[in-house]
């Protein structure tokens, strides 16, 4: 084979190789998905309308819990009556003490049920939103895949590629001041 031939093959397939193998390097950003959604402005209202929501709940647990103290007092008031303590009285309370007790178990599991699927329904556009602007955000960047480090499934990230305040940014995010530490302390070096 001539040298001159080689040169040729080798760059017939340089030139099928090599955009492939750029299109494998692919750019990875990451970014703190959940701080993200903290901050938005749409989870303070869903978190109030949740409080809201496990308040009314918690009421309902809160009467069940009083109808069981009633029915032990009374339970506990007829065990003590003198002469003798009205067995089918007893054995009433007893009954309902059981019935209600199930009836609160009922009530937690639902509430507890309750919660978590008015948290899933407040979140849900936020995370939409959140996540649309994540995608806005990796195209312009050219990044192909973003990391959601939230839950410290990441490993190594260069600090390059965090768009969090990309993201914050599309979002219109402001940051919070950060605390000042010295604030409130006398200044501790000499005066001149």
């Not at 009285?89 to 009922?106: A, H, S, V």
């Not at 499934?153 to 260069?158: E, H, K, Q, S, V």
Request: neutral net charge; glycine residues 2%.
């Amino acid at each position: 084979m001539s040298k001159q031939l080689m040169t040729v093959l080798a760059f017939a397939v340089l030139s099928v190789v090599t955009p492939n193998v750029l299109k494998a390097q692919s750019k990875v950003g990451h970014v703190n998905f959940q701080e993200i959604i903290l901050l938005m402005p749409e989870y303070t209202m869903a978190a109030t309308e949740y409080d809201l929501y496990q308040a009314a709940l918690e009421d309902n647990l809160k009467q069940k819990e009083e109808q069981i103290l009633e029915v032990q007092k009374n339970y506990q008031l007829e065990s003590q009556k003198k002469p003798t303590p009205n067995k089918t009285k007893l054995d009433i309370y007893m009954k309902l003490n059981e019935t209600y007790q199930q009836e609160y178990q009922m009530m937690q599991q639902s509430t507890q049920d309750s919660l978590k699927a008015k948290m899933a329904e407040l979140v849900a556009p936020i995370k939409k939103k959140v996540e649309a602007a994540v995608a806005e955000v990796a195209k312009e960047k050219g990044y192909s895949h973003i990391i959601d480090n939230s839950y410290g499934t990441l490993i190594y990230a260069d600090e390059s590629d965090n768009i969090d305040s990309a993201v914050k940014t599309r979002l219109r995010i402001k940051e919070k001041p950060i605390a000042n530490p010295a604030a409130g302390r006398t200044n501790s070096l000499p005066q001149r």
